[in-house]
């Protein structure tokens, strides 16, 4: 098992995941252990004058006037994470809350936090371990950091609380002190700051947007391999994906988009039984679709390179800076607001609505007659079996769901902390819908794959290769409609399969 080195400065979306996942292990580097010494060094010296500075010996908030006697800083970190542990509704997977641990340690790796070493050593031991703090999704405002979850997260550090432990395959709930004994770890002691430095960060947000970010890369290929599909099977046209096109307005994402499904479609015989035929145009959902599709490829581009700074990024307040000379200086900032990561997750949210709602209208074409030359919803028997028939209804009913979550989450501002803290990304909420948006598209997607295989199983001429390879690979998952049947378990399976990168193998 590889092992990834924790620096502050390098760590990549799918280092974090593999991590979190369990097949990479972690280790703090020797040069941020270096720099986050230099760090503490420079809170002891706060700690042990009498120079009053915010995060280390005042208040937090609206309360950051106030100011703590020496003796109970260890208190007062303590106290900060136990009464902001009070998120609620539905716990994190326990895989996104490593994933969250990972990206905070990576945050504090960076070494101007002024936090220990040993709390990002105790972290990644509970990563490599899979021990995961239990932590309730909901608290979080996306701005003065991920304050509730984090603190969640920490409480499981401080053998507080309860922990998700990965044993013999599967995820057992225990006391977070027994899940650290068992690994062999020690619970942290909070000294001045550390508490702050644990919650005080974008890392639930950014752990939802990795998710997300991974997932949509994955489903825009798939988008370009559905319509690929799609347009066999209603033999459409494929001169709209005639580079000369693109090429005349060279936007990045449509010009991939548009080459990949000229891949897919190369050496067809479809096309060549239909040269002679009277249809001019397909609809929009054919023939626009790497117009559609391209701008989602060009939002990912941009979304990944603003999320691969943040996750190497120290997003708590205050910030410790130590110059060549040892010199440091205590500042007060904002990288803790979370308002990049949201306004992602918004366009994200819209995206999935997008590339859903085209490829339900390709469903609708597959399975009507008129344009795919076939037996109405591909059923074998028409009137005595509905065939697909309402598997373009789920996906229709999936763009509702879709519809209601492109409603941006930046939009519902609430000022907080007696007005201190008076402006907010509801980020937190944003990446999480993303994320789900990206897991209903890939259902939609899926069943377009099984209506269009359907539907090419009907035509005698071959498709193009790759649409051969993709059409294989879906029969690997779903069976021929011999009959009418339940295909609940084969739609799902199938969306697994996709977010699972299984179909990316198919192009070696």
Excluded at 418 to 424: A, I, P, R, T
Aim: net charge negative; charged share 20%.
């Amino acid at each position: 098992m590889r092992e990834i080195a924790i620096d502050g400065e390098s760590l990549t979306l799918e280092q974090a995941l593999a991590i979190a996942k369990g097949s990479a292990t972690a280790s703090l580097s020797a040069s941020s252990r270096g720099k986050m010494q230099q760090s503490r060094e420079a809170v002891d010296k706060v700690v042990a004058s009498d120079e009053v500075v915010y995060g280390i010996n005042t208040g937090f908030g609206a309360l950051s006037s106030v100011s703590i006697d020496k003796d109970e800083l260890e208190i007062l970190q303590t106290n900060l994470v136990r009464s902001h542990a009070c998120g609620i509704g539905k716990r994190m997977d326990p895989e996104s809350v490593l994933l969250m641990m990972v990206i905070r340690a990576n945050s504090l790796a960076k070494g101007v936090s002024g936090a220990r070493p040993e709390l990002v050593e105790l972290m990644l031991s509970m990563a490599n371990s899979r021990i995961a703090p239990v932590v309730p999704r909901i608290g979080s405002l996306g701005a003065s950091g991920d304050l509730a979850p984090l603190s969640h997260m920490t409480m499981g550090m401080m053998g507080e609380g309860d922990c998700l432990r990965f044993v013999e395959g599967e995820w057992c709930c225990i006391d977070s002190l027994t899940a650290l004994e068992e690994a062999y770890l020690t619970p942290i002691k909070l000294q001045a700051k550390e508490g702050l430095s644990l919650i005080n960060g974008t890392s639930q947000m950014c752990a939802y947007l990795i998710r997300t970010v991974l997932n949509m890369e994955i489903l825009t290929l798939v988008a370009d391999a559905s319509i690929a599909c799609s347009l066999e099977a209603i033999r459409g046209s494929h001169k709209p994906f005639d580079k000369r096109i693109h090429e005349s307005r060279p936007q990045f994402g449509q010009s991939i988009s548009a080459a990949r499904i000229s891949e897919l479609l190369s050496n067809s015989q479809i096309v060549l039984s239909h040269v002679d035929c009277d249809r001019v145009q397909d609809a929009y959902c054919f023939r626009c679709s790497p117009q559609v599709h391209g701008p989602v490829i060009d939002l990912l581009r941009e979304v990944r390179r603003m999320l691969e700074i943040e996750i190497n990024s120290a997003t708590d307040n205050p910030l410790v800076f130590v110059d060549s000379k040892g010199s440091a200086e205590i500042i007060s900032g904002g990288n803790f607001h979370g308002q990049n990561l949201a306004l992602a997750s918004d366009s994200i949210a819209i995206a999935c609505h997008e590339l859903a709602s085209i490829s339900e209208r390709r469903i609708n074409q597959i399975l009507d007659p008129n344009w795919s030359g076939q037996k109405a919803f591909l059923a074998e028997n028409e009137g005595l079996e509905s065939g697909l028939m309402i598997v373009q209804y789920v996906a229709a009913a999936v763009i509702a769901e879709l519809h209601l979550l492109a409603n941006p989450a930046t939009t519902s501002n609430i000022p907080v902390s007696m007005g201190k803290e008076d402006h907010v990304s509801m980020g937190a909420t944003g990446t999480y819908r993303a994320m789900q948006s990206s897991l209903l598209l890939s259902q939609v997607l899926a069943n377009e794959l099984i209506c269009s295989t359907e539907a090419l199983d009907g035509i005698d001429e071959a498709p193009g290769g790759g649409v051969s390879k993709v059409t294989a690979w879906v029969r690997s998952h779903v069976g021929k409609l011999d009959g009418d049947r339940s295909l609940t378990v084969e739609c799902e399976n199938l969306s697994e399969a996709i977010l699972n990168g299984d179909i990316t193998s198919i192009f070696g």
